[in-house]
């Protein structure tokens, strides 16, 4: 962590007591009563003030700053990006589906059981019933999954994004003939037929033009708590969100840990709505 990641998460107490420092400095310096030390009095006084409003006010409740550590929210949000969290919007109101939230993941998250702070898509709300089905490529009777195409599709050693969308395949990008599929497995004869990894809210799939990869495995699956799994009105498993739940996906969706995992998260963890990206300067921009 570097020094402004550092100094952006000093704790309250930490910042009291640097708060307490800066004032009792003031008060001593201005009792040697020269210009210089007036002068430095007056930086001391300012330096407490701007960090009581920043650490004790703006950063609580207002916006804070953020720095993402992961590649589960590609391309939305990079490894190393540094953005600003609105803290005050959900207190005046609900999230809506979509938003890209803060908040303070549970300890089943974690390995260590250490609770930290996680960024995620808000995909089901209360009341939702939520499907995932998994994406797929089928050449003949034979199907491969994301990574073997990536495999048989991409170069050796180079880790590669292939979604599926609308009919075809795209391999970090860039769209594939079905025909160099078939080819690529040995059946250049067969029939390719293309299956996205598909969101299903209530009956009706999704449209998430912000991902990085279609999913590639379904939900509710076995880990899933049975609690929250139900029957729909097709006889097909669907996770029921209860009052006062969320389910949080990454927009790298086969490289997040998330709600598939960890479970649905409590509404109370909700720490702000990401809004913007203030770093790097080539990054700059509202966060969508």
Do not use: C
Not at 79 to 94: A, S, W
Not at 112 to 133: A, C, H, N, Q
Not at 214 to 222: G, I, K, L, T, V
């Amino acid at each position: 962590m570097g020094i402004t990641e550092r100094i952006a998460n000093l704790s309250i107490p930490s910042v009291i007591i640097i708060i307490a420092i800066l004032v009792a400095a003031r008060f001593l310096l201005l009792r040697q009563k020269t210009p210089f030390t007036k002068q430095v009095a007056e930086v001391a006084e300012s330096l407490a003030v701007a960090m009581g409003l920043v650490f004790l006010i703006i950063r609580p409740f207002i916006v804070q700053a953020f720095f993402i550590p992961s590649e589960s929210m590609v391309p939305t949000l990079l490894t190393h990006d540094h953005i600003l969290v609105n803290k005050f919007i959900y207190r005046v109101g609900e999230p809506k589906r979509g938003d890209v939230m803060v908040f303070r993941a549970p300890p089943e998250a974690s390995e260590d059981g250490k609770e930290r702070d996680f960024i995620k898509r808000l995909i089901g709300l209360p009341g939702d019933e939520v499907r995932v089905t998994p994406g797929y490529v089928m050449v003949g009777n034979s199907q491969y999954t994301h990574d073997e195409l990536a495999t048989l599709l991409g170069k050796p050693g180079v880790r590669h994004r292939v979604r599926l969308r609308d009919g075809k395949v795209y391999v970090d990008g860039r769209s594939v003939k079905l025909e160099e599929i078939a080819a690529a497995v040995d059946s250049p004869k067969e029939k390719v037929i293309v299956m996205p990894g598909t969101v299903y809210i209530n009956g009706n799939a999704l449209k998430e033009p912000y991902l990085a990869e279609d999913p590639d495995d379904a939900y509710p699956n076995e880990d899933t708590p049975r609690k929250w799994v139900k029957t729909d009105d097709e006889d097909r498993l669907v996770v029921k969100i209860p009052k006062g739940r969320l389910l949080m996906l990454g927009d790298n969706r086969n490289y997040s840990k998330d709600s598939r995992v960890w479970g649905l998260l409590d509404r109370h963890r909700v720490l702000g709505k990401a809004m913007f990206i203030f770093w790097p300067l080539n990054r700059i921009g509202w966060i969508h």
